[in-house]
C-alpha cells in the first residue's frame, strides 16, 4: 500500500487547510488511518484516526473541536480538515494505515503498517 499526503502549506493563524491522503490499492476501505504530526525537535505525535467503516473516529485533545477527519472510500481517499489553526500545528504531517475491523482504531504509530511521505503545514502568528 503506497500512500500519498497532500495538501499542506503556508496559513496564517486561525486559517484552514484541508490535508489529502490517498492510498494506490482498492482494499484501502479495509484499513484505519490515522493522522501523526512531528514537529522540528519533538516526537511524532497521534492527530486523529478515522475507522476504515468510516463510524469511528478520535481526536487528540489538542486538536479536538478544531480538526475533523473523514475518508471517501470510493476515491480511496481520506482528508484531515483543519480550522482555526495555531502555530503550535506547525509540523511535517503524516497519514498511516493499518488494516482492521470495522471500528477499528489506533493512537500508537508502532501498530501502522504503512506511512505516507509527510506534508508540511506551516502556521504563521
Known amino acids: 500500500v503506497q500512500l500519498q499526503a497532500s495538501g499542506g502549506g503556508l496559513v496564517q493563524a486561525g486559517g484552514s487547510l484541508r490535508l489529502s491522503c490517498e492510498a494506490s490499492?482498492?482494499?484501502?476501505?479495509?484499513?484505519?488511518v490515522g493522522w501523526f504530526r512531528q514537529a522540528p525537535g519533538k516526537e511524532r505525535e497521534f492527530v486523529a484516526v478515522i475507522s476504515w467503516s468510516g463510524g469511528t473516529t478520535y481526536y487528540a485533545d489538542s486538536v479536538k473541536g478544531r480538526f475533523t477527519i473523514s475518508r471517501d472510500n470510493a476515491k480511496n481517499t481520506v482528508y484531515l480538515q483543519m480550522n482555526s489553526l495555531k502555530p503550535e500545528d506547525t509540523a511535517v504531517y503524516y497519514c498511516?494505515?493499518?488494516?482492521?475491523?470495522?471500528?477499528?482504531?489506533?493512537?500508537?504509530?508502532?501498530?501502522?503498517?504503512?506511512w505516507g511521505q509527510g506534508t508540511l503545514v506551516t502556521v504563521s502568528s
Open positions: 498511516a494505515a493499518v488494516p482492521g475491523s470495522p471500528a477499528y482504531i489506533s493512537t500508537m504509530p508502532r501498530v501502522y503498517d504503512y
Open positions: 490499492v482498492r482494499t484501502f476501505r479495509s484499513y484505519a
